[in-house]
């Protein structure tokens, strides 16, 4: 099954830096096994648009969505055999610290 991993800011991340996990080996690894497809980081924020279509116009705003105080810094497309083994995954990455991250199945049309 393919999952979306989207990488999140948090505005209270975890304070204990004991054993902070290494970016670059938790890609690796995954990388390794099969189980990440793609992934990158994101633009800054202020370089985001907010796109919407309203009674035939289009409106269009400058940044990620201004209700949100937490945003998408970054993403990544994992292989895995279940949502529980995509959550495993999620977990050993250093932004579940420092951040949150959100898995979430891709849907079929």
Known sequence: MKFMMF???DLAPDTDQSAYPD???WVGENDKLGRRLDGDVLAAPAE???VRVRE???LVSDGPFTETREVIVGYDILECAS???AVEV???HPMARGG???V???GTL
């Open 90 to 92: 999620a977990a050993a």
């Open 7 to 9: 990488v999140c800011t």
């Open 23 to 25: 970016i670059e080996q």
């Open 48 to 50: 985001a648009r907010t």
């Open 83 to 85: 949502i529980d083994e």
């Open 104 to 106: 979430r199945a891709f």
């Open 56 to 58: 035939g116009r289009l």
């Open 100 to 102: 949150r991250i959100e």
